[in-house]
């Protein structure tokens, strides 16, 4: 009787595990919530420190007043089946924007989209517009935009250090988040504001070089530096520093 326990308890534990491993990976319970990956305060537990984004004017072409903020949204909770909907609403009493700095849409998108069998959570990006007004002019070291998430019936807030969002935004330069040492090491090379302006100005294409481009399409990454680095050396520039630019691609 008790080896026959046994065995049956062994084969219930056997089933409840390979009924756990084919879980998706993002179970936490019914309950899905929503929130920002970084840290805008830090962390009760002292591990993760505050940050935010920033965005500046100026590299944008005289006739684009348009700039956007794109912020990380992570969400915990059940694999979505479709598409969930949260608000912003701005914190007035941290926010130094004006009404006319920003716009923002009635509601934002979580997307139902596919997870990679190597990821740790499910996430998503959206998207903040900025706009180029004189108040900014008049701001020398540019204005913050402090955004909060908003639940709703379907979806929860998750942890308060990651409910909010903060903005910076600048007319003068502001080195991109995307261009890190790998992008230094292999494509690009040390950033300078002269050397990204360049980039821009004169490598059809530039604009659209983001985190997800170098990560997804490398060879089209390879490529506008290849076209920069054939742009340089044309036209044979020296930094702010007095050293000649250089791309190591």
Not at 125 to 151: A, K, S, Y
Not at 174 to 189: K, S, Y
Not at 207 to 231: H, M
């Amino acid at each position: 009787m008790i080896r026959k326990l046994v065995f049956l308890v062994a084969v219930i534990g056997g089933f409840l595990m390979t009924a756990c491993e084919e879980q998706d990976i993002m179970v936490f319970g019914d309950e899905r919530m929503v929130y920002f990956e970084k840290f805008w305060r830090d962390s009760m537990t002292g591990n993760e420190k505050s940050d935010s984004t920033q965005v500046t004017f100026y590299f944008n072409e005289a006739t684009n007043s348009i700039q956007q903020a794109d912020l990380v949204v992570v969400l915990a909770g059940r694999k979505l089946e479709q598409d969930v909907h949260f608000r912003l609403k701005v914190v007035d009493e941290l926010t130094t924007a004006h009404p006319e700095d920003y716009t923002l849409q009635d509601e934002y998108t979580f997307r139902a989209l596919p997870i990679p069998d190597d990821a740790t959570q499910m996430q998503d990006t959206i998207h903040i517009q900025l706009n180029r007004t004189p108040h900014l002019q008049e701001m020398e070291d540019g204005f913050r935009l402090v955004l909060e998430i908003v639940p709703s019936e379907t979806l929860g807030v998750g942890q308060y250090e990651r409910s909010r969002a903060i903005i910076y935004v600048s007319k003068n330069p502001v080195r991109p988040e995307w261009w890190n040492v790998e992008v230094e090491t292999f494509l690009l090379g040390a950033y300078s504001p002269l050397k990204y302006k360049l980039f821009l100005e004169n490598v059809p294409g530039a604009r659209e070089l983001d985190k997800e481009i170098i990560e997804d399409e490398p060879d089209w990454a390879r490529k506008l530096a290849l076209d920069f680095k054939q742009w340089l050396i044309e036209n044979p520039t020296y930094d702010e520093d007095g050293y000649l630019l250089e791309v190591p691609v």
